[in-house]
C-alpha cells in the first residue's frame, strides 16, 4: 500500500511567511495526482515536504498509514521509500547509463546479478534497451530524463515524486513522454505526485489535480470536474483561461456590469449554493464558450462599439483570439475564420458559470439593467445578435 495522507500540514519560516498553511489532502494508493497553481503556491514546497527535505511546522504526513513527518521530525528521506525526477536530469556524466540507473540498488548493496537484471528490465520499460553502456553526453534530452526516470523507479519505491520533470523538454517529445509516464505509473501500480506549471499536462495526465494558490488548496477534482465546475473565480480563471465578467445574476439571467452583455439563465449555471434573488458576481466566460464571427455588413455602424481583435493565433480546430471590448479582455475562437488584429468582430457566447460575490461586496442589485436577457452581441440590442 502507498496511500498518502497530508493532515493539516503546515510550513512557516522564521521571517513570519506562511507557504503551506491547512493542508489536508489524501491520495489512494496507485493514484497519480498533479499539483499545479501559479508561482509561489505552493506544490512545490508540498512535494518537498513529503520528499523529507522540508520539516512540517504543524500537521502530520503518513504514508500507507504510517507517519513520516511531523513538526516534530520523522522518517529520514532514504528511508521513506520515494523515488524522485527533478527537472534537470541530474546525472552522472562520467557514468554509463548502466552505472547511473543501478547506484540506488549500489547503495543498497545489492547483489550485481540482480542490479543488472532490475536495469535491463527498467531500461526496456522507458524505452532505452540497448544503451546501458552510453554515457549521458551520448544521448538526446528525452532520453536523458528516460533515464532520470528509470533511475528513480529502479528500487521500487513506494511512490514516484516528479518536480517539473518533463518542463525541459520540447513538444512534441513532451507529449509522447506523457503518454509513456501515464502507462508505466499504471503497469507498476505506481502512486505519483506530479508538480508542473503545465496545467494542459496536469489535465492529461492525473487521476486527480490538485489546484494551490497562496498555499492553501483551492479545489481537488477530476480534469472533468475541474473543467466543468470549478469552485472559484480563480480556479475558471488559471485552469481554463476564463475571463470574469463583473454583473448580477437574477431568475431571468445575467446582466454584465461595465458591457452590453446579457445572456438567458437557462444558458448558464451557477456555482455553489445561490443565495436567491437577484445575486451580485462574476461570470467566468472560457474561451471555447466566446464564439467570434465577423461583424458583417448589416453591423458597420455598430462597428465602433464593437469587440476589438487584438491578436489571432492560428488553431487546428479553431482560431485562438484574444479581444478587448470596451475596457475589458477576453478570449475567444473563432472556427472557419481567421480574424485580424484591429478587427472589429461580433460574439456569440454559449455558456458560463456565475460565482456569487461575498456579502457586502460588489454592485447593488437594484442598479442591474431593466432590459430583458437575450442573445449576447456586440450591439446596444442585446435582441438581435449581429
Not at 154 to 163: G, N, W
Request: charged share 20%; glycine share 10%.
Amino acid at each position: 500500500m502507498a496511500a498518502v495522507s497530508f493532515d493539516r500540514i503546515e510550513i512557516r519560516y522564521d521571517d513570519g511567511h506562511t507557504a503551506l498553511e491547512e493542508i489536508s489532502l489524501d491520495i489512494d494508493d496507485g493514484e497519480f495526482i498533479a499539483l499545479v497553481g501559479p508561482s509561489g503556491s505552493g506544490k512545490t514546497t508540498l512535494l518537498r515536504t513529503l520528499a523529507g527535505f522540508l520539516t512540517p511546522s504543524a500537521g502530520t504526513i503518513s504514508l500507507a498509514g504510517e507517519p513520516i513527518a511531523s513538526s516534530a521530525g520523522g522518517t529520514s528521506v532514504e528511508s521513506r521509500g520515494l523515488g524522485m525526477v527533478f527537472q534537470q536530469h541530474a546525472l552522472w556524466p562520467h557514468m554509463s547509463v548502466e552505472a547511473n540507473i543501478s547506484y540506488p540498488l549500489r547503495l543498497a548493496r545489492l547483489p550485481r546479478s540482480e542490479r543488472r537484471r532490475r536495469v535491463t528490465d527498467v531500461l526496456e520499460l522507458v524505452g532505452l534497451s540497448g544503451m546501458e553502456a552510453r554515457r549521458p553526453d551520448q544521448l538526446s534530452g528525452g532520453q536523458q530524463q528516460r533515464v532520470a526516470l528509470a533511475r528513480a523507479i529502479v528500487h521500487e519505491p513506494s511512490v514516484l515524486l516528479l518536480d517539473e520533470a518533463l518542463s525541459a523538454l520540447d513538444e512534441p517529445l513532451r507529449a509522447s513522454l506523457r503518454f509513456q509516464l501515464q502507462s508505466m505509473s499504471r503497469r507498476l501500480g505506481l502512486t505519483v505526485v506530479h508538480v508542473t506549471h503545465d496545467r494542459s499536462e496536469a489535465l492529461a495526465v492525473a487521476d486527480r489535480v490538485v489546484v494551490l494558490d497562496g498555499g492553501r488548496i483551492c479545489q481537488v477534482a477530476t480534469p472533468q470536474e475541474l473543467v466543468a465546475s470549478p469552485a472559484s473565480p480563480f480556479v475558471a480563471e488559471f485552469i481554463s483561461d476564463a475571463a470574469l465578467v463583473p454583473g448580477t445574476f437574477g431568475p431571468e439571467g445575467f446582466y454584465a456590469r461595465d458591457l452590453p452583455l446579457s445572456l438567458p439563465a437557462d444558458r448558464l449555471t451557477r456555482s455553489g449554493r445561490p443565495s436567491g434573488g437577484v445575486s451580485t458576481g462574476q461570470l467566468a466566460v472560457t474561451p471555447r464558450q466566446l464564439q467570434v464571427s465577423p461583424l458583417g455588413d448589416d453591423g458597420a455602424d455598430e462597428g465602433a462599439g464593437a469587440p476589438e481583435v487584438v491578436s489571432s493565433l492560428f488553431g487546428s480546430h479553431a482560431h485562438s483570439v484574444e479581444l478587448q471590448w470596451r475596457e475589458m479582455s477576453l478570449r475567444g475562437e473563432a472556427a472557419g475564420y481567421r480574424p485580424s488584429p484591429g478587427e472589429r468582430v461580433q460574439v456569440h457566447i454559449t455558456g458560463g458559470t456565475f460565482f456569487e460575490a461575498a456579502a457586502g461586496a460588489g454592485q447593488d442589485p437594484a442598479q442591474e439593467p431593466a432590459q430583458e436577457p437575450a442573445e449576447v452581441s456586440t450591439r446596444q440590442d442585446p435582441a438581435e445578435p449581429v
